[in-house]
């Protein structure tokens, strides 16, 4: 049989991995919590390992396999600089845009794909506005907002946006998980490490006789 | 074949060795065997703090092992409650709770002062689009979180039914067993032998008799 990887299914086997058994309903840790847990897990993994990976091999590379495709909301002008703007998926990885953002484009079935859109970093946009650069959209993240501005202005009304970006949130537990294999371990042991501090807090349960292996019960 | 309840109370006058006009009546038959079902039930299920406040250890709830569901399983119930502004009423034959669903979803129970908590929880708020129920208890319903479902299913161990030896008289005035009427024991048979026995305490309490408290104090102690 053949088992998809979701976070649903992480959240399972780190559930029934401390409850040595399928939880009950007195499992003291919510599906919810675990998958917060499972997310921050990835996110300090990921980055973790992009940056290692950078001191080793002399150069930073994001793995592909965290990067998901997201369609953006349609944009809207900022009145004020004149941008178009739309809101990310979430807040990008603290790594620089190439590699918390790998790409980012215009698409629609009629004219297919655009070039890519130019990431910028914020500091560099004064700097690169007096720079020649071709006929190009370029963009900049401020928190989670996508500004784009075309080189002559043009508006970017109803344009399509599209951004492959590292994403560790979840919008959907049965969606296959984006990370590579070799990190799951190190996921699963972080969120079980996390769930077992918590276990050994002292604390009363509300049903009795909840085996001491799945109880978070004082050892009083 | 299932033991009935004239099986019982035969051996039970067999053991005392009184026949049917003896001191044990019927009446108190009926009456020591039911209330010694329910002991024994309270065995099964649990007997809290008995050592010490810390709810460990051995006589704390209900073990649910193999053995033990298997005894009680002649009274383990599915019922539907009804809630009605977030309150469903426990069925009239409720003994302990098993396990409660609603749209097949855990339900979680939190202490009472939790419920403020609850309510303003951002990671499970309670919730019907989310699956994220909660309960507390008052008096004899459970009050849900949301309090918007309409109906929950309940897992739980009903109370047992008094056992009753009917009876007809015969010509002399006897009581005769009469198995119209009587309402037989639903414990398997081994239990129910052995719920027999340690009714004998009672019956020797009633007749001031030593040798049978302490023949079901054996019995209660060892099983035999």
Redesign the interface.
Known sequence: MAITYTKKLLIERVQRHIANDFPSAEFPISSNEVLLYIDSAIASTFVGSVMGGGKITGSMATPEAYVVTAQLSSLVKNDVTGEWYATLPQTPMSLSLGFSITNAYFGDAADGVSQPIWLIKNKRVAYRDYMPKPNVVSGRVVKDVFYLKAKDNSPLLNLPVYVDMVTTRTTDVNETIAMPDDILDVVFQKVVTMCKDRMNMPKDLIKDDVGQGSSNVSKV | MAVTVDQIYKLCLRIIRKNQSGSLSSLEFNDFWSIEQTAYMSDLL?R?QRSNN???GAN?????NQTIITKLSPFIKNGTIAVSTGNGPKPADFQY?L??RIGGE??????HNQISNVNNSV??PPSVSNN?YYCVEYQHYYAFLPNTVTSADLDYVSAPVPVLWNYSFDGSGRQVYNPSGSVDPVWDDATCWEITERMLKKVGVSLGAKDFEQYANSVINTGN
């Open positions: 649990g809290f810390g709810k460990e704390t709830g209900l073990i649910e709770e396990a409660l855990m339900v979680i129970h939190i202490n990671i499970d994220s």
